[in-house]
């Protein structure tokens, strides 16, 4: 049922409508002249005169509707109980005013119709089931846009399929079996309508218009009323848009949520290169004071008249050849840090600390050894003499 439900509301927004005659052994279908191949699509049925039920018979004309219709379905199931000996039975009829105080009847069992629904191909959605000589008016209708009263009729290979109306509706069924038939049409005194092309085509192709009929020509089984495409209603449209609207919705949302994402992924960007252009700033003002330092380290030394290139050339000539210079640090004022390696560290720290130029001269930590190279690795510190020092 849901199902069902879910397949007409697709085919709301891309309708395509198809006719089927059913003739016992071959369904014969008319697909939609402007979408051929659509599914799903609603299709309308037109029941061949053959294997249905018909019967005249009077009731008294003041009989209200319900009453009818309850003594309609109480003669048919007398009936069928009679031809086909089947007491239970739930029989579908269709009943339609011959004169007053007489009506026709047409019906069937309910699941022979429901059978019909359950065989039919994937993707068509059953709407509504006729008599074939109802088919053929809606296709001379649909031709024409006019009914004239009189016999419509057409002949297949196994019977005939007519229908007698008119200016008020349907006055009778002709007869299906050929030589019945034959007898009908030679008793006929009114106007006779006939078709050109096949037969079976024909009425299937009818039963595709069935929805623009008038109604007084209109004729269907109680348990399987016409269904077409309704009107277009404020609710419908609501309810038809409800899962578009929040497709949208999420849509917009989505897409809001992507536009954000979006910001603070720049904005993370923006942040990273704030970061790292204030490590460069941070970096540069480091290197700026160590910069400041050594200009007030030389400074210094100017004031106190010491020689920088003095300085370096006579810890030049105090390393011996072994020992060569990992480090060199000068600390404002007068301090100087030396990491080395060498043979023999405590010959080195001897040499600066009886040195002219320099005093305090002292390990600055323990020494270790390179068990690679095998030489000493040391660290010293020792200050300037300064001109004062020196007097």
Partial sequence: MITAKLA???????????????????????????????RPARVFIAVSHGLLF?????????????????????????????LEKKTTAKLSCAVYRRKPGEVGIVFQERSFFQDIFDHLSPGLIPCGVVPAGVALLSFYYHQNQKLPPGLYYVKTDNTYEGIVIDEHGIKDIMPASPGTARAYLEEFSGEIFTFEGPAEKIIAEGARYLPALPANYFLSFEDFPLKPRPKLSLAFVLLCLLPLIFLTTGNLLQKKADDLETKIKEADQKIHSLKLSLAEIEAVEKRKEVYQKIEGTFKSWQNDKLDFLKILERITEILPEDTWVRRLEFRPPDEIRLWAEGKNALEVLELFADDPMFKEAKFLSNVTKNTRTGKEIFSIVMKIISKEDKE
Wanted: cysteine-free; glycine content about 6%.
């Fill in 8 to 38: 007409l509301l697709k085919e709301w927004f891309r309708p395509a409508s198809l006719g089927i005659y059913f003739d016992g052994e071959h369904t014969h279908l008319a697909e939609d002249n402007f979408h051929p191949g659509r």
């Fill in 54 to 82: 018909f019967h005249n018979f009077k009731l008294p004309a003041q009989l209200g509707k319900k009453a009818i219709i309850s003594a309609v379905r109480l003669e048919a199931q007398r009936l069928f109980t009679l």
